[in-house]
Nanobody, 124 residues
């Protein structure tokens, strides 16, 4: 059974930093493309970042480029999201997700496995 468990969310002041983690189990982690998405109240789920399993290539949503960094440790089956220069508009539930083949990195529908989410709240 595949499990993705996020941690590291919390309350932070604007301009601060947080690092999210996503521990994966029940799957061979390294080949999977892993992504971070977020969803604020009343809004659609938004692509944040992805890291390609085979190459380590990273892609980012426009709203987080230059502030967030996605990384992975295949030996630990763990995905990370370093978030710096946080803004109030970054407030959302953050989800990690895994996909294998096909579909767009940017589309939630392309990902077959999801975590339960972790809340990030940025106070201004």
């Amino acid at each position: 059974q595949v499990q993705l468990v996020e941690s590291g969310g919390g309350l932070v002041q604007a301009g601060g930093s947080l690092r999210l983690s996503c521990a994966a189990s029940g799957l061979t982690f390294s080949p999977y493309t892993m992504g971070w998405f977020r969803q604020a109240p009343g809004k659609e789920r938004e692509f944040v970042a992805a890291i390609i399993g085979s190459s380590g290539r990273t892609v980012y949503g426009d709203s987080v480029k230059g502030r967030f960094t996605i990384s992975r440790d295949n030996a630990k089956n763990t995905l990370y999201l370093q978030m710096n220069s946080l803004k109030s508009e970054d407030t959302a539930i953050y989800y990690c997700a895994a996909k294998m083949y096909g579909g767009s990195w940017y589309s939630p529908g392309s990902y077959g496995y999801w975590g339960q989410g972790t809340q990030v709240t940025v106070s201004s």
